[in-house]
């Protein structure tokens, strides 16, 4: 029995989202050919797989026990395509891609063209958004991600280290003074990110300071609210890959320097669970892997010092 390999993939993401128009969607398939095509497959098996209502499918027991067949199937063709992939150059297909919005813009963005001319063969679909999305349920094959990673079954690998600072501009802290202590913090406009309300600071002797904050705005997204800091509106929180040109400008100064931001997080690549990395991921990942910790050494590492505090001298 030989199985149409396009078929059994879109069996496999059609029991991942649970939703066949969606999956054919995916496959630049219409409804109709999604439909026909699952039912080849069950035909040619000769059992049921889907159980379909008009608003949900699931998977019958039969559909069940397929769905570790298949993977494993659509797995061992993976490798052997990665195999051939490796000792002949041949790197390509569509690669799926997501990263928060200013990062992917200063750290992704600027090297897609080089990486495309050394893999012509790979077509890139990259999504930007400061929203963590579910990559399983999205098809996505690599996500770049920042700060502490929440218990889950994907697959991580760390890009780079994500120092953080306290920073304000030279205007801000002309009119309103230089914290001295992190408790002074409360007597400034902080301006947090997204829900957070508290700032946690260890001190050059090892102590910990947590520190509750407060301002006149927050936003979500982080982009915005580097302009608010640069215009002056108070302090913020920033990662030093995206700081770090406007601390050497002098656009912004660091806010009580010498203190390290806790807890220290980090850069991830995620990638879904199970499967073994395709080598245009792989490709894609070692390529900007190098980037990323280039871009980060030019942005910041004359700002730090042995400790991973930001220089009081600069």
């Not at 580097?226 to 806010?255: F, T």
């Not at 892997?289 to 001298?313: C, F, H, K």
């Amino acid at each position: 029995m030989s199985f149409d390999l396009k078929n059994l993939e879109l069996f496999v993401r059609v029991a991942s989202l649970g939703a066949i128009g969606r999956a054919g969607a995916e496959f630049n398939l219409s409804a109709t050919n999604t439909t026909q095509r699952l039912k080849a497959l069950e035909e040619e098996l000769g059992v049921k797989l889907l159980n379909r209502t008009t608003r949900a499918v699931s998977l019958t027991p039969d559909g069940e026990l397929l769905l570790e067949h298949a993977k494993r199937i659509l797995d061992e063709v993976e490798a052997a395509r990665n195999l051939l992939s490796q000792t002949t150059q041949r790197i390509s297909g569509s690669l799926r891609v997501t990263a928060s919005a200013s990062f992917g813009r200063s750290h992704i963005v600027p090297f897609v063209p080089e990486f495309l001319r050394l893999y012509p063969g790979v077509t890139l679909d990259l999504h930007l958004t400061d929203t963590v999305v579910d990559i399983v349920e999205m098809g996505v094959d690599l996500a770049f991600r920042i700060g502490d990673l929440a218990p889950s079954s994907l697959l991580a690998r760390k890009i780079d280290d994500n120092p953080l600072a306290l920073v304000a501009s030279p205007d801000y802290l002309a009119r309103a003074g230089h914290p001295k202590v992190p408790q002074d913090l409360a007597d400034h406009a902080c301006l947090p990110l997204g829900d957070t309300r508290a700032w946690k600071l260890i001190a050059p002797d090892g102590t910990l300071h947590d520190v509750k904050v407060s301002g006149p705005v927050s936003v979500n997204l982080g982009e915005a609210l580097g302009e608010w800091v640069l215009a002056g509106m108070g302090i913020g929180l920033a990662s030093l890959w995206y700081a770090g040109p406007d601390i050497a400008a002098g656009r912004l100064v660091p806010v009580l320097p010498g203190y390290r931001v806790w807890p220290e997080a980090k850069i991830w690549a995620v990638r879904p669970p199970g499967r073994i990395m395709a080598a245009r991921v792989k490709a894609f990942l070692d390529f900007m892997q190098a980037r990323i910790v280039e871009t980060n050494a030019g942005r910041y590492a004359s700002l730090i010092d042995e400790n991973g505090a930001v220089r009081i001298d600069g």
